[in-house]
């Protein structure tokens, strides 16, 4: 599976943003997707997740009621709609997938796109 990414860029903290990630190699429409973050000198985190029907997602405690995860299997595409932003969340961000939904660590994903950086200024 490849995951290629985009939609990063600065903002002003308040705004908002959508990320996207395309995938393609392998059939979308069974993978779980998920979106992390790694912010500068911090851990990579995780940020959401969605089920490989769209019916269930997750997300973080820093970003519930701001970020809002989806996807959209008829165009291989995952999308992170983030408002209310704020300077904490500037970071670089990763899409990801695997067959299970669920996962919140690292080691749950074996799918990675490149990461990039979203940058929130105060």
């Known amino acids: 599976v490849q995951l290629q990414a985009s939609g990063g860029g600065l903002v002003q903290a308040g705004g908002s943003l959508r990320r996207s990630c395309a995938a393609s190699?392998?059939?979308?429409?069974?993978?779980?997707l998920g979106w992390f973050r790694q912010a500068p000198g911090k851990e990579r985190e995780f940020v959401a997740t969605i089920s490989w029907s769209g019916g269930s997602t997750d997300y973080a405690d820093s970003v519930k009621g701001r970020f809002i995860i989806s996807r959209d299997n008829t165009k291989n595409t995952v999308y992170l709609q983030m408002v209310s932003l704020k300077p904490e969340d500037t970071a670089v961000y990763y899409c990801t997938a695997d067959r299970m939904f669920g996962g919140v660590s690292i080691g749950e994903y074996r799918y990675w796109g490149q990461g990039t950086l979203v940058t929130i200024s105060s």
């Open positions: 190699g392998r059939s979308f429409n069974n993978l779980a």
